[in-house]
């Protein structure tokens, strides 16, 4: 069975300071793992996956998350963290021979001081 | 082009009632999801539709709960003699044949009083 584990509910950072966002996975076959971001009141937008190809993803926004087999992790980072950063993640896993249904991580709410 | 959309974004209803919820997939999308959001649950999957397949109705919390999908695209969920606990975002999502990423659609707010 697959499943995620995001570590912490809640981050907040300082704008222009780095952000780190854990998520550690757990899937019996190789994962398509991805981050989702939702704003207040708005639908879950993508940022980034990772589909077995390159380990280190880039996705929109500056943002970035590193696969690491042996540590089965995905960590979201971002060099320096803007205002609008501020909203919801969700780690997030899915696999192949479950048609591609998602699982979702709790979330880990960002909240970005100026 | 035009994202999934959704109908309604809102929706009051009184215990006991029917609802029926709308999605329109992206397009080309083959692969149409329904998930829900709620406090106390986080996000969910409920049921996913692939071409002529069969549908995954693993997920779907009671035999209330159901859906479908009419000429391989728009899909609505239906909930019947609706509940207090049913009360939740309604997310759709679609994702093209490659299975690799679900687009997400603003959701559908329930409310059940």
């Known amino acids: 069975a697959q499943s995620v584990t995001q570590l912490d509910s809640h981050v907040s950072v300082s704008e222009g300071t780095p952000v780190l966002l854990r998520c550690n996975y757990s899937?019996?076959?190789?994962?398509?793992l991805f981050w989702y971001v939702q704003h207040p009141n708005k639908g879950l937008q993508l940022l980034l996956k990772y589909t077995s190809a390159a380990t280190l993803v880039k996705g929109i926004n500056g943002f970035e998350a590193e696969f690491k087999k042996s540590e089965t992790s995905f960590h979201l980072t971002k060099p320096s963290a803007h205002m609008s950063d501020a909203a919801e993640y969700f780690c997030v896993v899915s696999a192949p021979n479950q048609g591609g249904k998602l699982i979702f991580g709790q979330g880990t709410e960002l909240s970005v001081k100026p | 082009g035009a994202g999934v959309s959704q109908s309604p974004s809102n929706k009051v209803t009184e215990k006991g009632k029917d609802v029926e919820l709308r999605c329109d997939p992206i397009s080309g999308h083959t692969a149409l999801y329904w998930y829900r959001q709620s406090l106390g649950q986080g996000l969910e999957f409920l049921i996913y539709?692939?071409?002529?397949?069969?549908?995954?109705k693993s997920g779907l919390p009671s035999d209330r709960f159901s859906a479908e999908r009419t000429g391989g695209s728009v899909s609505t969920l239906t909930i019947q003699r609706t509940q207090q606990e049913d009360s939740a975002v309604y997310l759709c999502?679609?994702?093209?044949?490659?299975?690799?990423?679900?687009?997400f659609g603003p959701g559908t707010r329930l409310t059940v009083l």
């Open positions: 899937s019996s076959y190789s994962p398509s």
């Open positions: 999502a679609s994702s093209a044949e490659d299975y690799t990423a679900q687009y």
């Open positions: 539709f692939q071409g002529n397949s069969a549908p995954d």
